[in-house]
T-cell receptor
Framework: DAGVIQSPRHEVTEMGQEVTLRCKPI?????LFWYRQTMMRGLELLIY????????DSGMPEDRFSAKMPNASFSTLKIQPSEPRDSAVYFC????????????FGDGTRLSIL | GQQLNQSPQSMFIQEGEDVSMNCTSS?????WLWYKQDPGEGPVLLIA?????ELTSNGRLTAQFGITRKDSFLNISASIPSDVGIYFC?????????FGKGTSLLVTP
């Protein structure tokens, strides 16, 4: 079975550029989560969706970050404009949607902003 | 999010030894999860615990959900080199997970 699929796996870009990260959740999962992982702060939840609706975006660092889920099989996380401090690994995860269900993670996008 | 305290931060052991790591929280969780992360990959679910007091095994891994619902431990028996990685605990009290900072495990042959 296909797991959570993220693209690109790596992204290197200059500060000020727009960055778009993509995620395809596991089929049938109706909750989707975006995380950021850094050495200093560990895994931080940025936003999560249930049935394509954003439920909690309190973890989004600032207005430069936005996320969408136009349908059940696709989500994007966009950073515009990007800054060097946004450099991190960004993970997408999905779960079956009922409360307390385990989340399954993609392999992440390693983002470097120069 | 709620803070999870995971210990130890790192472990350096010899192949064949048993390993124990734990997580504590000041808050109650409904579910405790243990993940393993290899370099360049995402966290992979090892064990999920759903009931206070529950003891669950997955091969050489055993995890328990504390009676107070504020703690959990993970044991690895007879460690092997491929056990190397970072182990994360996570507590779930709804949709979102709260993660510990991880235990980095190194196993020498």
């Amino acid at each position: 079975d296909a797991g959570v699929i993220q693209s690109p796996r790596h992204e290197v870009t200059e500060m000020g550029q727009e960055v778009t990260l993509r995620c395809k959740p596991i089929s049938g999962h109706n909750s989707l989560f975006w995380y950021r992982q850094t050495m200093m702060r560990g895994l931080e939840l940025l936003i999560y969706f249930n049935n394509n609706v954003p439920i909690d975006d309190s973890g989004m660092p600032e207005d430069r970050f936005s996320a969408k889920m136009p349908n059940a099989s696709f989500s994007t996380l966009k950073i515009q404009p990007s800054e060097p401090r946004d450099s991190a690994v960004y993970f997408c995860a999905s779960s079956s949607g009922t409360v307390n269900q385990p989340q399954h993670f993609g392999d992440g996008t390693r983002l470097s902003i120069l | 999010g709620q803070q999870l305290n995971q210990s130890p931060q790192s472990m350096f052991i010899q192949e064949g030894e048993d390993v124990s790591m734990n997580c504590t929280s000041s808050s109650i969780f409904n579910t405790w999860l243990w993940y393993k992360q290899d370099p360049g990959e995402g966290p992979v679910l090892l064990i999920a615990l759903y009931k206070a007091g529950e003891l669950t095994s997955n091969g050489r891994l055993t995890a328990q959900f504390g009676i107070t619902r504020k703690d959990s431990f993970l044991n690895i028996s007879a460690s092997i080199p491929s056990d190397v990685g970072i182990y994360f605990c996570a507590g779930n009290s709804g949709y979102a997970l709260n993660f510990g900072k991880g235990t980095s495990l190194l196993v020498t042959p």
